[in-house]
């Protein structure tokens, strides 16, 4: 633990002007991002007296090892800078609201020629305008399963469009007129973007004017006594006002508006967002935060906003924003979400009436969002902390390990040699911060220097901060060091690892291996094992954590063999790239079944010639047949990239070659 006296800057050396911080920890990694309308008196208050300090301030100070500022100009850009940088660094003790799951909207891609109505998910793109978002795809395909009576817009995918235009003739749904077919010409690309853009317009609520005008051409066509066009108009009509039940009004003067609410307890806070636009509610979603940092409902509001509008520009941003509590101070929120929106932005707080009523209602949403996502996570949350201390206790550790890095080593008779890093974090696998390693300072099969040289490569980095992206200058692949490391394997494995600790100086992390044959745990230089029971929790999640090294591994490894196998001799050939590597491969199945095949069959492949193809006949015929490999597991006699059981080629299982990896029982103590 640090003493944030050591690095502690003078107080004369701090400025008065408005600005943005930042902590950083030994390994020079950004932990916290805050901002200041004065940067000297905010600074001051981390270094008071610990007792005084909220405990996860207090965690934050003792974990960081210097400070830094940027000053600017006005609380707008301080704002905007601290956004920046959350986005840029994600440091462990700030707040990030996090989206429970990916909520999809529907999508009208306005940057293609001929604009298509979709469903989309995941980042927004320039160009496409979006609606929503909705709690479920399949109330997006039923709104415009009813518009595309009126609106028949493309919705077909660029495949099924070009598809169209080379044979002529629209899919299902330009026969039964819900698109106006622009792919065979029915309209032009001018006429369809205008179709587009009403379709637009009526979502974005403008809904009025439109059916009036819809009314008033069914009756002109009635007075004419065109009445099949009169009943079509109506039918166009009643499909539009089913379009816009199934958002009822909430707001009955048409405001265009987002309420934002809010629930929360010492630990963690859900918000609910809706989103009305025209007096109807267009979609709703919410996220779910640990607090990681002293921060009051004004400050968790103030995130919130960051966060979900930090990556909008014009209407996406409404004219006014709905919340439980104004952040402090409020003016420099509400001129930035004016900039983004490029008009004014009511930020405020209802105090009464239908927009009270609907605070009111989404709150009683959080408040539920907030209890689900502890009932879910409950019995699981405490099954994970008895585990952890269970490991503890166990290894004689001084607190739980909360972050648990796990090796595993994987090769095939010694060739296409791996390895893999899984994280857990707090009992769960955290799967963005897994890593793969191919070996690289030898050649054949040896697991315990195979384990010694990626236990150097994981810790040189950080045991080395400097080493940094030189563009970017941010750190190089690796994350925070664990609480513990797991190797899969025995006493020689751990062995490695603990000596390549040593060399890097490496002595404040816990190493243990877990060796498979009786699943006990060594710990290094130790004569015996450590032996769970059987029904331990913690042992169970060691398990976890190393068959899921165990599967990451070997899923690199077979990669990398089959990518051999395939491949063949082919790389070598001159004249022959990756896409005729893959058209010969996909044409006839195998390298065993091209050695076979004569100049006049490989020129019957695309894009080969009588020359070509004799020169790949010529490089199958001086390649040299791979030895057939059997996996014992199941049977299978791999060649050259072809399956074949074993029983199928009259050759013994026992010669053959068996996928092992770095728990091999000769790895493990008997």
């Known amino acids: 633990m640090a003493d944030p006296s050591a690095y502690r800057p003078a107080p004369g050396q701090i400025p008065t002007s408005p ?4 902590f950083r920890d030994a390994q020079h990694r950004v932990i916290y991002v805050g901002k200041a309308k004065s940067l000297r008196p905010r600074l001051s208050s981390y270094f008071q007296d610990l007792a005084n300090l909220h405990p996860r301030t207090r965690q934050m100070v003792t974990t960081a ?8 100009g006005t609380e707008v850009e301080a704002l905007q800078l601290e956004y920046s940088w959350i986005k840029e660094f994600d440091p462990r003790f700030n707040v990030k609201y996090r989206d429970d799951k990916s909520y999809p909207s529907l999508a009208v891609t306005l940057n293609e020629e001929f604009p298509r109505v979709q469903v989309m998910r995941g980042p927004k793109k320039r160009g496409v305008r979006y609606f929503g978002p909705y709690g479920h795809a ?10 595309l009576r009126v609106f028949p817009v493309r919705t077909c995918s660029a495949g099924v469009f070009k598809r169209a235009e080379q044979v002529g003739r629209p899919c299902l749904l330009g026969y039964i007129g819900k698109c106006s077919a622009p792919c065979v010409g029915r309209i032009s690309p001018e006429d369809h973007r205008a179709l587009a853009e009403e379709f637009c317009d009526f979502m974005a609520g403008r809904t009025g004017a439109y059916l009036r005008r819809l009314e008033q051409e069914m009756k002109q066509a009635a007075a004419e006594m065109e009445y ?12 539009l006002k089913r379009a816009m039940e199934k958002n009822a009004v909430v707001l009955a003067d048409g405001t265009d508006a987002d309420l934002l609410a809010l629930a929360e307890d010492e630990l963690e806070a859900a918000v609910q967002i809706f989103h009305v636009r025209g007096g109807r509610v267009r979609g709703q979603r919410g996220w779910v935060t640990d607090k990681v940092e002293n921060v009051d409902t004004a400050g968790l509001v103030e995130h919130a906003l960051l966060q979900l509008y930090g990556e909008e520009r014009g209407e996406a941003v409404p004219r006014e924003v709905l919340v439980p509590a104004l952040p402090d101070p409020v003016g420099p929120i509400a001129e930035w979400l004016s900039e983004r929106r490029g008009s004014r932005v009511d930020l405020r707080v209802p105090q009464r009436g239908d927009k009270r009523e609907l605070m009111v209602t989404v709150e009683r949403n959080a408040a539920q969002a907030l209890s689900l996502h502890k009932t879910k996570r409950a019995s699981d949350l405490t099954t994970r902390s008895v585990a952890l201390q269970e490991i503890a206790d166990a290894l004689g550790l001084d607190t739980a390990p909360l972050r648990i890095e796990c090796y595993d080593i994987s090769h095939l008779q010694g060739q296409d040699v791996v390895a893999s890093m899984v994280v857990f974090e707090d009992g769960l696998a955290r799967k963005s911060e897994y890593r793969r390693f191919a070996i690289k300072s030898f050649e054949g099969q040896d697991d ?15 045991e080395q901060p400097k080493e940094r992206d030189e563009e970017t200058g941010k750190p190089r692949r690796f994350a925070y060091p664990p609480q513990l490391i797991v190797v899969d394997g025995g006493e020689p494995q751990v062995a490695a690892a603990q000596r390549a600790l040593t060399e890097l100086g490496v002595h404040d992390v816990a190493l243990c291996g877990l060796a498979k044959r009786l699943e006990e745990v060594w710990l290094p230089g130790e004569d015996d094992p450590v032996v769970l029971p059987r029904s331990s929790e913690g042992l169970y999640l060691l398990q976890r954590v190393r068959d899921e090294a165990h599967r990451f591994a070997i899923t690199y490894q077979r990669q990398k063999r089959a990518k051999r196998l395939t491949a063949g001799g082919l790389d070598d050939v001159p004249g022959l790239g990756e896409a005729r590597r893959q058209a010969l491969l996909k044409h006839f199945g195998s390298v065993r079944r091209m050695r076979t095949a004569t100049v006049e069959e490989i020129c019957a492949v695309p894009g080969f010639g009588p020359r070509t193809a004799a020169v790949v006949v010529a490089a199958l015929a001086s390649m040299t047949p791979a030895a057939p490999t059997v996996n014992t597991a199941t049977g299978e006699v791999i060649t050259d ?19 092992v990896d770095d728990a091999s029982e000769s790895g493990e103590k008997k």
């Open 65 to 72: 090892a210097s400070v830094e500022w940027t000053v600017v």
């Open 138 to 147: 399949w109330a997006i395909r039923e709104t415009v399963d009813l518009m």
């Open 641 to 659: 990239g072809d399956v074949t059981r074993a029983s199928d080629t009259g050759k013994p299982q026992t010669a053959a070659s068996v996928e």
């Open 19 to 22: 600005g943005v911080y930042k």
């Open 448 to 462: 315990v220097r195979s384990m010694h040289e990626v236990i150097t490569r994981r810790f040189k980095h950080t």
């Open 228 to 239: 099949e066009r009169a009943g079509r108009l109506r039918d166009d009509i009643e499909a």
